[in-house]
């Protein structure tokens, strides 16, 4: 059955703190995995795909790395415009479905 | 351009009451995923359409639940009758590709069942 844990629940930083989010997966086959940002009251906000290990992708502060087995999302700099909960999904190879985590709730305070 | 439309954005009605949620996809999009987000189970997905033809409605909790799409720009969530236990944020997104790839969601549907 696929898997995805992210870590932690929960992240506060100072503007301009760096940090990382996590993304453990298990999947038989990974199609995708994806990362979105969830605003209060909104619906989730596509950010990236990424397909293979190694390949990265960057928006703005943000940038989505991946590996065999956890994908990061890197903030660089963070501002608290950036403050959300970030969810990470996996797309098996067998299916179409998104299988998400339950998300990082991230706070920047000025 | 437009992206997924859903209405209404807040339904509170109360139990053994019949509960209809609307979407309206992406136009150009051939694929339809009507998705229930709670605290402790987080986002889960309820059915799946490919070109207006249901796929996958294993997600369906139970008989109460079911889904329709008539047209390529219109779908249906209706729960007949709702219990409290159906009180929960559902989100309808749209996808190219026949259901790979991204996927765009609505704003949601907060239902409260009393």
């Known amino acids: 059955e696929d898997q995805v844990t992210q870590s932690p629940e929960a992240l506060r930083l100072q503007e301009g703190e760096s940090s990382s989010l996590n993304c453990s997966y298990t999947v038989s086959g990974l199609r995708g995995l994806f990362w979105y940002r969830q605003d209060p009251g909104k619906g989730p906000e596509f950010l990236f795909t990424l397909y293979s290990a190694g390949e990265e992708k960057e928006k703005e502060r943000l940038k989505a790395t991946l590996t065999k087995k956890e994908s990061f999302l890197h903030i660089t700099a963070p501002k608290p415009e950036d403050s959300a909960t970030y969810l990470c999904?996996?797309?098996?190879?067998?299916?179409?479905?998104?299988?998400f985590g339950k998300g990082t709730s991230l706070l920047v305070t000025p | 351009d437009a992206g997924v439309i859903q209405s209404p954005r807040h339904e509170v009605t109360e139990m053994g009451q019949e509960v209809t949620l609307r979407c309206k996809p992406i136009?150009?999009?051939?694929?339809l995923f009507w998705y229930r987000q709670t605290m402790m189970r987080g986002l889960e997905l309820l059915i799946y359409?490919?070109?207006?033809?249901?796929?996958?409605d294993s997600g369906m909790p139970e008989d109460r639940f079911s889904a329709k799409m008539p047209n390529a720009s219109f779908s249906t969530l209706k729960i007949q009758p709702s219990e409290p236990r159906d009180s929960a944020v559902y989100f309808c997104a749209s996808s190219t590709h026949s259901g790979t790839g991204e996927q765009f969601f609505g704003p949601g549907t907060r239902l409260t069942v009393l």
């Open positions: 359409f490919n070109n207006n033809v249901p796929i996958d």
């Open positions: 999904a996996v797309q098996a190879n067998s299916g179409y479905a998104l299988n």
């Open positions: 136009s150009g999009h051939n694929s």
